[in-house]
């Protein structure tokens, strides 16, 4: 499964973050069942749950209510017990209505509880004896699946459902085996009004109309056994587009008024397939792939097998330019059908054995597509972002985790990613792959442990790996490399000093890893591999003359934190290096910030052959901070790379000047590409003048492609603070409610609540946003119950304690009574929270007027400097 994306903010990667308040979290906690007791209770290590019984095949025939937002179903499990007579047979299922059970043998009885469905047999059923179970239920699910109708604010014609079983939802809408380390065959049978469509694993097997309820049940077999978090069936009014590779069809689907923009997404599919069976070197191991948006997914995607899920936030128009790809959602989620899909990890404290490879193939993907270049550069920024975080005591591989949402993080996903760049990196493309293949065949349609993975890897190479997933999987954290570098003339040595800085403990340890380092000098380059093993250790190197460049692990194959600072001089060869991409990039971030530098960064921003070189640069030369610097990013503005233009935006911003606001007004209006004007919107915030405010307002209310020109103005209404702003952005609301996507409408009520909460009059915020606390949509329920907290209106307090009642289960509870704590201390004067709050409003306003005060300053400044013809600028207007 992929993190949702959050386009704006860099957090892991540009790729990765964190879940967007998703429908589903914090619901798994402590939902224990006797299957999965050690895997889900928060008091002990997590284990796989043991297998009583092995399944053979499951039939779920659902009927969905779209109107109630509930279905009617029928599972029937056919099974066999493994190895003792199984009298009593528990299965997961939150919150069933159980109406009947029976089966082929003779039940005593059978009992429904909160999480699990319960069968007595009558007499044990023996070891080997095939039986089946049928259980007839009904469920108001409030995980798994996911109704989206026109009852809760959806288009009528966009109705639809989805599912979403990962990591622990499908018990809330089907009873079975909840834990990955059980596979089986499937079928769903699903009965929809005509004129809708039904998708689902595998192979479609045809319908049939049922004249007595005038439904058609659509029927799905899949014929190869999978895990059941990957049951998906999705089902309503949705269209599709079709290709082929080989004889896989593939298709792409959308909500039906969304078809349009299906072909962007989609295009490239044929080819990651291609690229990906090559690579795999196992041919794709489904009947189809069809890839299907849905509206407000609570992930990015999911790779449910040959049926993935995405996000409506991928779709994109060719005027977003590379902004909008969906390159790296689609090619992430496809590797996942092998990865994660064909061979699963056993239990979730083994889950980068899916989430590392869709990370890494992706990374491999672009690679393939770009060039080397584009594979060590997403393997950079991936290192990037969680190499800093300090003392980080988690294993990639542990047990001790609350709930399996939690290992969906950074250790799974960008870190498993490394621990396999640096295998490949020490083998080599061949043996990798040849290692990789034989993992997949040997567990073909089975789960797998690391410990499977790493044998195959040590049988094929002859080499042992038991310090290398020791320390990198095992243990936790990487090597924090401290480096000093002198050079002896007298005896021709070069002398590298490494010290590993990680603080060691139980959890992390002291590494032991290969490190080259490369001199490269007027008569060519050297390169020498040193093995770093000590806590500090002092290297020599002869060398016929003195280095101009010291690159250390030039090729990008060790995951470790690198402290090295090379003297300005070598920076500046390192920067002119055409052919070491990552030299550049490491050498553009050692000068970031250097005066003495600009000229070259200059240059390097308009002129370096790669992307993510001339962007690093772009933060660089804002680092410098001088007005020279401003020039040279105001400048440059005209980047053909849309990821490089959007950077220098966001830099351009990071001055607060005339310049720097009259440029971003420029692009705000200019930019060929939509992305771009809503990112330098979004960053006009800190400019109060009249012109920013009525641009400010005009783009709140204009109709762009998924409102972005409307979010870009609410990130910069927000930061305005201002009371001026509440009655027009209230009125937009209003109008646009049924139109703007959900994430912009929940943006709107932040910024509303956050605008009105120092008025003296709240009411029109308060009504409007407790109009929307019993919201179908999930999203703006709790984002209207978070913002009677920010409001700060103490009339709120009966509604909030409303939903502060409810049971526990319910995710708007936490957040109603987050809203009352705000409210309660707001009321207290004397509280410590509520006089905090009141501080910081007072310097936030302090500061809005020390702002002011200095651009007037500066106007008056720049006045004095003009001729008696020139107008002087218009002053900035006080409210
Ligand atoms: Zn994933």
């Known amino acids: 499964m992929k993190l949702n994306l959050i386009l704006h903010a860099a957090f892991w990667s540009a790729a990765f973050v964190l879940p967007v308040a998703a429908e589903s979290e914090s619901l798994h906690c402590a939902r224990g069942s006797a299957l999965f007791a050690a895997a889900d209770s928060p008091d002990y290590r997590k284990y796989a749950p043991s297998r009583e019984i092995d399944i053979l095949h499951l039939t779920l025939d659902v009927t969905p209510d779209f109107k109630a937002r509930t279905i009617s179903g029928k599972a029937v499990l056919r099974f066999k017990p493994i190895a003792r007579p199984l009298d009593e047979l528990k299965l997961d299922g939150v919150a069933l209505r159980v109406r009947t059970v029976t089966a082929t043998e003779k039940i005593l009885g059978w009992q429904a509880t909160d999480k699990q469905v319960i069968v007595t047999f009558d007499k044990p059923i023996p070891p080997d004896r095939e039986a089946s179970v049928t259980i007839d239920y009904s469920a108001e699910p409030k995980q798994g699946v996911y109704f989206r109708t026109p009852e809760m604010g959806y288009k009528p014609e966009d109705t639809h459902l989805w599912t979403q079983g990962e990591p622990l939802e499908a018990r809330h809408w089907f009873p079975g085996f909840d834990a990955p380390n059980e596979k089986f065959t499937s079928e769903i049978i699903c009965r929809v009004p005509e004129g809708m469509t039904v998708l689902a694993n595998g192979r479609r097997m045809g319908e049939e109309k049922d004249t007595s309820t005038g439904l058609v049940a659509v029927r799905w077999l899949q014929d190869k056994p999978h895990v059941n978090y990957l049951i998906a069936p999705v089902a309503g009014y949705v269209k599709g587009i079709e290709d082929r590779h080989r004889d896989v069809p593939l298709a792409f689907y959308t909500p039906a008024s969304q078809i349009a923009e299906a072909k962007n997404s989609f295009k490239e599919t044929r080819e990651i397939m291609e690229f990906f069976e090559k690579e795999i070197g196992v041919p794709f191991p489904w009947a189809k792939y069809y890839q299907v948006v849905v509206d407000d997914f609570t992930w990015g995607g999911m790779e449910n097998t040959s049926l993935t899920v995405l996000t409506d936030r991928t779709l994109h128009r060719d005027e977003s330019e590379q902004l909008g790809s969906s390159r790296g959602l689609v090619a992430h989620e496809m590797a996942h059908q092998w990865f994660g899909d064909f061979v699963t990890c056993k239990d979730w404290s083994h889950l980068w054995l899916n989430e590392g490879f869709a990370t890494y193939y992706d990374h491999l993907y672009e690679g393939h597509k770009e060039g080397r270049d584009e594979l060590l550069y997403g393997m950079y920024q991936s290192a990037k972002g969680f190499i800093n975080v300090p003392n980080d005591t988690n294993a990639i591989v542990r047990r001790d985790f609350n709930n399996p949402e939690e290992q969906f993080g950074f250790h799974a996903y960008p870190k498993g990613a490394w621990v396999l760049h640096m295998l490949r990196s020490e083998l080599g493309d061949e043996l990798f792959r040849r290692c990789v293949k034989t993992y997949l065949e040997r567990h073909a349609f089975g789960v797998a442990t690391t410990d499977d993975f790493s044998k195959v890897f040590e049988e094929l190479s002859g080499r042992s790996f038991d310090q290398f997933f020791d320390q990198y999987v095992y243990h936790a954290h990487h090597p924090e490399m401290g480096v000093t570098y002198s050079w002896d003339e007298r005896a021709k040595l070069a002398k590298l000093s490494i010290a590993q800085n990680q603080r060691l403990s139980d959890d992390v340890l002291l590494f032991s890893v290969p490190l080259t380092v490369r001199f490269q000098g007027k008569s060519g380059r050297v390169d020498r591999q040193v093995r770093v093993k000590e806590k500090a ?160 307002l005009k783009f709140l209310r204009s109709d762009s492609y998924r409102a972005s020109m409307a979010d870009g103005a609410l990130t910069a209404i927000r930061a305005q603070d201002d009371a001026g702003f509440i009655a027009p952005l209230l009125e937009t609301l209003r109008e646009k409610e049924a139109n703007w996507p959900t994430p912009v409408f929940v943006r709107g009520l932040e910024t509303l609540a956050w605008l009105a909460r120092s008025e003296e009059k709240k009411e029109s915020a308060r009504e409007f946003l407790v109009a929307r606390v019993n919201s179908a949509k999930n999203r703006v329920q709790r984002a209207a119950l978070a913002g009677l907290g920010t409001l700060g209106d103490p009339k709120a307090i009966g509604v909030l304690e409303q939903f502060a009642s409810l049971p526990k289960e319910n995710p708007e509870r936490d957040v109603a009574e987050k809203s009352l704590v705000a409210l309660r201390d707001a009321k207290k004067p004397g509280a410590e929270l509520g006089s905090i709050r009141g501080d910081l409003l007072k310097l936030q306003r302090e500061n809005q007027e020390l702002r002011k005060e200095f651009d007037d300053l500066k106007k008056k400044l720049e006045a004095a400097g003009k001729t008696a013809t020139e107008k002087p600028t218009a002053k900035a207007t006080k409210r």
């Open 537 to 696: 250790e002092d290297f020599y190197f002869p060398l016929p003359e003195a280095p101009e460049v010291v690159r250390l692990d030039p090729e990008l194959a060790l995951l470790a934190r690198i402290s090295f600072a090379p003297p300005t001089p070598m920076l500046f060869k390192q920067l002119a290096d055409k052919k070491d991409m990552i030299g550049r990039l490491v050498a553009v971030e050692q000068l970031s910030g250097k005066k003495e530098a600009l000229e070259k960064l200059k240059e390097t921003l308009n002129n370096d052959a790669y992307w993510g070189v001339r962007s690093a640069t772009s933060r660089a030369i804002r680092a410098v901070g001088t007005e020279d610097a401003l020039q040279a990013l105001v400048t440059s503005v005209k980047q053909p790379d849309a990821r490089v233009r959007r950077q220098v935006v966001l830099d351009i911003a990071g001055f607060y000047r005339e310049t720097s606001r009259d440029a971003l007004l420029k692009l705000a209006r200019d930019d060929k590409n939509p992305e771009i004007r809503s990112t330098a919107i979004g960053v006009l915030g800190a400019h109060h003048t009249p012109e920013v405010r009525d641009e400010l």
